[in-house]
């Protein structure tokens, strides 16, 4: 079993940044790519940003490109979502996941084996 915890959430301006982290602890040789997924109220969770296990491939949503950034430390088991240039629609509720897809960079909620419980990211206008 790999855990999950999030940390790094809070309420900021519209236009600041935050680095959210997620420290993983247990069977972390067991953990591939590792993403951020992110879920408002009343919409679904979607897609923010995935990471290989060796940091060589990323993925961005559309949505967050150019704004937000994820990064690793495997020596630390920690994943980072740096996110500058913060909106209102980015607020929800963000959370970290782990993957066993080695071969790939999952960007679909249902290939990641390993979930956090997440922490809030409110935006004010």
């Known amino acids: 079993q790999v855990q999950l915890v999030e940390s790094g959430g809070g309420l900021v301006q519209a236009g600041d940044s935050l680095r959210l982290s997620c420290a993983a602890s247990?069977?972390?040789?067991?953990?591939?790519?590792m993403g951020w997924f992110r879920q408002a109220p009343g919409k679904e969770r979607e897609f923010v940003a995935a990471?290989?296990?060796?940091?060589?491939?990323?993925n961005h949503a559309d949505s967050v490109n150019g704004r937000f950034t994820i990064s690793r430390d495997n020596v630390k088991n920690t994943v980072y979502l740096q996110m500058n240039n913060l909106k209102p629609e980015d607020t929800a509720v963000y959370y970290c996941a782990a993957s066993r897809m080695f071969w790939k960079v999952p960007m679909s909620s249902g290939e990641y084996d390993y979930w956090g419980q997440g922490t809030q990211v409110t935006v004010s206008s």
């Open positions: 247990g069977r972390t040789f067991s953990t591939g790519p």
């Open positions: 990471i290989s296990q060796n940091s060589g491939i990323t």
